[in-house]
């Protein structure tokens, strides 16, 4: 029977080329990755091939022993990668191959910065794999038929990877796909079993696939396997070395880096199953985003079923990488079964305290090692004391901040500086690290020398809405309600108070009068020391640093009334007592409460006027 070729030839994305460019370029330095690739594509095929295999024997076509050939030809120049896994069919190829419809193309262009060990980097996360060819081939061939339809239905792919390729019918006996890279000039060091054979097995040692070659010798006929060819999670723990567990870890998850941290362990019981967690070193481009469905790869009996972090980890565990591997699920898990299965639960359960465990030793036992971690994923992190009331304290021991007394303070360094009689933990929050250490609320905790938490990260104000507590020890904010240190307060400093609300008792009414409802209350404080005045919110309203973060976003927030507080030591305070005359009287009054909301990060109705405020009594006090 003959074959209608059907050939055509067909544009690239626009994207894709620009693409093929910068690949060239930014992989160059590390170009034997092409093989890991085309390896990993060709176990990824085989893996979907047996998956479909489970409801139709018959697709295998007799042929159930999934294998790679690896094969060069030094009088042709070519290396050629064959795999007899699921095949594409015409549409399939011009779907995956001709159009880079990835989401993430565009921002791997965008994020690239011409550094090209970071470039290098940031690749592999894009899932440009197939791509990576070109960077030693200035010709690739690809031909592949779908499992499971007739030979006349293969489909021959050709590119030079400038801008077109061409798509033609093409009878093959052979299921599968066949990639054939014609190496360009100067690439023949490829050509050389010896090499081939040291990539094959620095990347594919633990994919659970053999990977042949010829044999080599004089006289040796026929092919031998060149990897490992199992699966390592398989393999007892202490048959597996470092190297071993990183390059599994970059084969799942196209990192071109090593991971931070990993652990492994066999549960056995009402559930058994093996799972292998990473922690990678870095956070992928597309941490922000909470839907993350690539990260763990879920297997039934060493078969892959599906990659689904959805269901397998938490979402503010949604960095973690590696393989989960089921004895007890049926194989034909579906995702719509994930999301209502015990087993499922209580093996998600179980690895996020095994996360969490290894988050715990790295803590505890390389405290360099931890940081890298918390700078990388510690905002995420701080999402599940949100999430995961069951785990919260358990994280909140895991959280690192800054404070007046240093950086990486846990909540139980924090407890270990408390002060005699000290109760609370006390914290602040604020849009920026330098305003949150410079708030006029810390004053008064400066002069005592009592620690406070810097908070200043977006997600931390969320997170307070449910870490009321550590260790029995309430948290609280320094910018909230009435001042309250507890046993800290000594009876001078209450006397003293005292005394000054007498002082201030003609003075707090009239401010209140030309402030209106744009306050509360007016009232005197001992919180501060170097400013004038301050602005708090009563205990049970929203903090203000919050506040302005759902304003911001444009949320509905109910209306605020916040308390202006007043440093009755202060010689402005003592001047605008002095103030007789009540244009000038209000001006100040006006000032004071605005430049209280300054220094707390806030922003003004009108700052022209305030501007104009200030400026009148400089004229003022000058002349
Ligand atoms: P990724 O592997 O991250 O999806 P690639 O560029 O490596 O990105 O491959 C693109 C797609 O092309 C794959 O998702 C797969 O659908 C298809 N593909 C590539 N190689 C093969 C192969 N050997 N057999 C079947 N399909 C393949
Ligand atoms: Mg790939």
Not at 104 to 120: H, I, K, M, P, W
Not at 208 to 215: C, E, F, H, N, S
Not at 276 to 302: H, M, N, T
Not at 466 to 471: G, M, T, Y
Request: hydrophobic share 35%; glycine share 6%; net charge negative.
């Amino acid at each position: 029977m003959t074959v209608d070729a059907q050939q055509e030839t067909l544009e690239f994305q626009t994207e894709a080329k620009q693409l093929l460019q910068l690949m060239i370029h930014s992989l160059y330095s590390n170009k034997e990755i092409f093989l890991r690739e085309l390896l990993s594509n060709a176990a990824d095929a085989c893996d979907k091939l047996r998956f479909e295999a489970l409801t139709d024997e018959g697709i295998y076509e007799g042929d159930s022993e999934l294998k790679i050939h690896v094969d060069f030809d030094k009088e042709k120049r070519t290396v050629t990668i064959h795999d007899n896994g699921v095949g594409m069919t015409r549409q399939d190829v011009i779907d995956n191959i001709g159009t880079i419809a990835r989401s993430g193309t565009r921002q791997f262009l965008e994020s690239l910065n011409g550094d090209q060990v970071n470039d290098a980097k940031l690749i592999g996360q894009f899932g440009v794999g197939f791509y990576s060819s070109f960077i030693v081939a200035d010709k690739v061939t690809l031909e592949t038929r779908r499992a499971g339809v007739a030979a006349e239905q293969g489909v021959r792919w050709q590119s030079q990877g400038e801008g077109s390729y061409s798509l033609e019918n093409t009878e093959l006996p052979r299921r599968g796909t066949t990639i054939t890279l014609h190496l360009r000039e100067g690439e023949d060091e490829f050509l050389d079993d010896f090499r081939l054979r040291m990539i094959i097995r620095k990347y594919s040692d633990s994919l659970d696939l053999p990977i042949v070659m010829k044999k080599t010798g004089e006289e040796e006929e026929g092919e031998e396997v060149v990897n490992q060819a199992s699966a390592l999670w398989t393999r007892p723990r202490k048959e597996i070395t470092d190297d071993e567990y990183q390059s599994f870890y970059k084969h799942i998850s196209h990192d071109f880096e090593d991971a931070l941290s990993w652990v492994h362990t066999r549960s056995e019981g009402r559930q058994s199953y093996t799972s292998l967690l990473y922690i990678p070193a870095r956070a992928p481009f597309d941490l922000w985003e909470r839907q993350q469905s690539q990260g763990i790869k879920l297997y039934v009996r060493r078969v892959f079923i599906m990659e689904d972090t959805e269901h397998l980890m938490p979402t503010y565990l949604r960095f973690v990488r590696g393989v989960i591997d089921s004895d007890d699920l049926p194989l034909n898990v579906s995702r719509e079964i994930l999301q209502k299965n015990r087993q499922i639960d209580v093996m998600r359960a179980a690895s996020v305290k095994k996360v969490l465990g290894m988050l715990e030793s790295m803590a505890r036992d390389d405290g360099e090692k931890y940081d890298k971690f918390w700078q990388q994923f510690g905002r995420v992190l701080k999402e599940g004391i949100v999430e995961d009331e069951g785990n919260r304290q358990r994280i909140a021991a895991l959280l690192r901040f800054t404070s007046t007394a240093g950086d990486n303070v846990s909540l139980n360094d924090y407890i270990e500086r408390m002060k005699e009689g000290q109760e609370k933990i006390y914290f602040i929050t604020a849009d920026s690290l330098t305003a949150a250490r410079n708030s006029p609320h810390l004053e008064v905790f400066r002069k005592k020398g009592i620690e406070v938490l810097l908070m200043h990260e977006r997600v931390d104000d969320w997170m307070l809405t449910a870490l009321d507590s550590f260790s029995d020890k309430a948290l609280r904010s320094v910018a909230k309600g009435n001042l309250d240190l507890g046993d800290l307060d000594d009876e001078e400093t209450k006397k003293a108070r005292e005394e000054a609300s007498d002082k201030l008792a003609d003075l707090l009414p009239r401010m209140q009068e030309i402030l209106g409802d744009k306050v509360k209350e007016v009232r005197a404080t001992d919180r501060l020391t170097d400013s004038p005045a301050c602005v708090v919110v009563d205990d049970e309203e929203m903090a203000l640093n919050l506040r302005r973060m759902l304003e911001a976003a444009g949320q509905p927030v109910p209306p605020s009334q916040p308390i202006l507080e007043i440093n009755p030591e202060h010689p402005l305070i003592a001047l605008l007592e002095a103030e007789e005359e009540d244009d000038r009287f209000a001006d100040w009054v006006n000032i004071i409460h605005d430049q209280a909301q300054l220094s707390e990060g806030g922003q003004l109705q009108d700052p022209a006027q305030f501007v104009r405020r200030i400026n009148e009594m400089l004229v003022r006090i000058t002349n």
